[in-house]
């Protein structure tokens, strides 16, 4: 049998709940050690498994003996000092995005991932999704020229609703979710979609970009409308907080033969011609396979081997796309 790898989680916050339970009976993958800025969040975490250790400080976290890897699931503020502070103690990293809002502090980190080899990744879901390995064999080249059935790719097109932000899941979420600084619908759900176009068709432009915000000046934005380009092809975004669906996501590539789509995040769908759109498999076997395949990815992070996880290199690239459609 193949060691367990110890795993430390630093914000237990939503996302740190989560992803405790998806890492709960993982063959290799063994959450250990917690720590949070909150007590009441480190003691939440404890009564619901007792079996946990919580750390002293995040600094005692990291320097536990025997720990394996990193995961940060604090608001974007601290996930660079903690990043640096993991590879000082030879810790691979896997960070929640977005990656940070201080790109200074992201670039001299990623300049040191690169000279020392460090082990980093950021949480895209998306990047272990059946949907993207899709769109990454319909049309594999950074162009848009076409590999598969839904021909040479014409545009790109996001839509995103939510009737109010954050949304029910999230309201547990401390405040800054809400606030310009580090929140915003744009960092918390757009850049998994942008993420998505800059893997597949490479670096993306902003063309034009209308944020709206509130008139407080704190508030993050209720809408945005834009236009990128990315690999010579026309994208549009159109999002906002509005309607009728806690969380309404599509990103829809169209072909001159069709087209495919990802939607409510690990669905996947395809439309040959003029004809209807059709289910490409059951939506959430699909959410399955993308999570068991992305803490197999981790495992791979860990130990040296290749993966498909993003790098922080592409996570700025992903933010800075994000933080250019919000300077508008
Ligand atoms: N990959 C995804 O699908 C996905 C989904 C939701 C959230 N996220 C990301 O996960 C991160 C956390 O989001 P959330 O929804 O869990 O937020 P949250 O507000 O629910 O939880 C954040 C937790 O971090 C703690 N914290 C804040 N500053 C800290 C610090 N300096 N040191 C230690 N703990 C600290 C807070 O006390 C809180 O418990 C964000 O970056 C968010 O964008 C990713």
Known sequence: MQQALSIGIIGLGVMGQRMLARLAG?????????WDADPAAVARTLAADPGLV???S???????PGLASLYIATPPGPH???SNLAFDAGLAVFCEKPLTVDFG?????????????QRAAVNFSLASSPGLAALQAAWPHPGGAPGAAPGALQGVEIDLAFAAWPRPWQAAAG????QRAEGGFSREVLSHFIFVLQRVLGPATVLAS???YLADGLGAETALAAQLQAGGVPVRVQAGVGGALDDFNRMAWHGDAGALALGDWFGLQQRLGAGDWQPLGDPSALRAEGQVAQLAQWVALIEGRPHGLPGFAEALAVQETIEAL???
């Open 26 to 34: 993982h063959p290799r993958l063994r959450a250990s050690h917690v």
């Open 80 to 82: 660079m000092a903690l």
């Open 326 to 328: 919000l300077a508008g």
């Open 210 to 212: 209308s944020p709206v």
């Open 58 to 64: 995040a600094e005692a976290l990291i320097a536990t």
């Open 105 to 117: 502090a992201a670039r001299r980190t990623i300049a040191r991932i690169t000279q020392q080899g």
């Open 175 to 178: 405040a800054w979710l809400a």
């Open 54 to 56: 919580a750390a002293a």
